[in-house]
């Protein structure tokens, strides 16, 4: 592979430019995107996340672009489905794709029977088809909560009429991370150690990994994936580590558009890609031989990403029976066990809905920029 130089970035505290535009891949399998405009610098969000940024939140709304429009209607379209607005008795909830959905119906039917005797009324799971839909199908009350990333948390609240409650998350999702994989193979022939003791790392030594990760393959979640897109990207256009991921690696990054962050472990682990990055969860819970096919290179600094949010058509009293249902669940009893399993949780907490701002700071940088 050659190696490619890095393109300037601005410097902290000066607007962001705007982000290499990429076209909707029209396809369900992953593939490079071709891409046309000037980059996205992300400078200054990576420190807004380790908190030193502004604290005041982002607007409450952004423009609507052509991008969101069209991607609204896409997903619109694809939750027709859904119904067409006559509502039976009963909550309906959602998740964002971010496993594979034979696996997620199954975790989330758990989730269904426990939720269903907590709160007292019938709860059914909806499958839907990507990010963007997970966050139409709340918006639009085809379906009451959802379980979604940072991203899809700040977009639903934005989307959503009057907001979103926001019910519960666990306590790891309030100290998140993303672990940057490598190939096996790729590892070994530069010299790259793999991270036995896992813990956070900062921008440093992504800086001394930038130059091992110019002009090799590399593959992103899906785009809206908080763990696998958006704050990966702010970490590695930092100015401390210098890298563009859309003229730095190799033919573009690659963007999963189907299997989430399993479908990059897999990536990686295969060869078909040299690095990859993904939620830290999926990959400790993969099977071994899939790690060390894949070994972790990099661990990201800590950010918040995921949530249970509400719409605000549901009643407070039942917004709150939720709140109960999640922060009381204990692993002494096996079926609410089997749901802290289903979300790879050890406990739930309530939060507070300021502490997704560095989120809405990051994606206030990246609608400024045109990328959304």
Request: glycine fraction near 10%; proline fraction near 5%; include cysteine.
């Amino acid at each position: 592979m050659h190696t490619r130089g890095s393109s300037p970035v601005p410097q902290v505290g000066k607007p962001p430019q705007q982000e290499t535009l990429h076209r909707v891949a029209r396809q369900a399998v992953y593939r490079r995107q071709p891409t046309t405009g000037q980059r996205l610098g992300i400078s200054g969000i990576s420190s807004a996340i380790l908190g030193t940024f502004d604290s005041s939140p982002a607007s409450s709304h952004f423009p609507v672009n052509r991008r969101g429009f069209v991607g609204g209607l896409a997903a619109a379209t694809a939750l027709g489905t859904l119904g067409c607005g006559k509502r039976s008795g009963g909550l309906r909830f959602s998740g964002i794709p971010d496993g594979d959905k034979r696996d997620l119906k199954v975790r989330y039917d758990a989730v269904a029977k426990y939720l269903a005797a907590a709160v007292g009324q019938a709860v059914e799971y909806v499958h839907v088809p990507d990010y963007t839909a997970a966050v139409t199908a709340l918006a639009t009350r085809k379906i009451d909560f959802a379980w979604l990333g940072g991203v899809t948390t700040v977009q639903a609240e934005q989307r959503t009429p009057g907001g979103v409650h926001f019910i519960a998350a666990r306590e790891s999702d309030l100290r998140f991370r993303s672990y940057l994989i490598a190939n096996a193979e790729v590892a070994r022939s530069l010299s790259l150690p793999s991270r036995d003791q896992r813990t956070p790392q900062d921008l440093d030594a992504l800086a001394e990994l930038a130059v091992s990760l110019r002009g090799r393959k590399f593959s992103f979640g899906a785009k809206s994936s908080t763990s696998g897109h958006i704050m990966p990207r702010a970490f590695l256009t930092d100015t401390k580590v210098g890298i563009n991921p859309d003229t730095d690696f190799d033919g573009g990054p690659i963007y999963q558009l189907k299997g989430g962050h399993a479908a990059t472990l897999r990536t990686v682990a295969s060869g078909a890609v040299d690095f990859g990055v993904l939620n830290f969860a999926v990959w400790e819970a993969a099977a071994q031989a899939l790690q060390q096919s894949a070994p972790v290179v990099y661990v990201t600094p800590e950010y918040v990403d995921y949530c249970l949010v509400a719409h605000k058509g549901i009643s407070d009293a039942d917004a709150q029976r939720l709140r109960s249902a999640f922060t009381g669940l204990d692993t002494a009893v096996a079926d609410q066990q089997e749901v802290l399993t289903a979300f790879s949780a050890k406990r739930f907490v309530e939060v507070d809905p300021a502490a997704w701002d560095g989120i809405r700071s990051v994606l206030a940088g990246l609608d400024a920029s045109g990328a959304l």
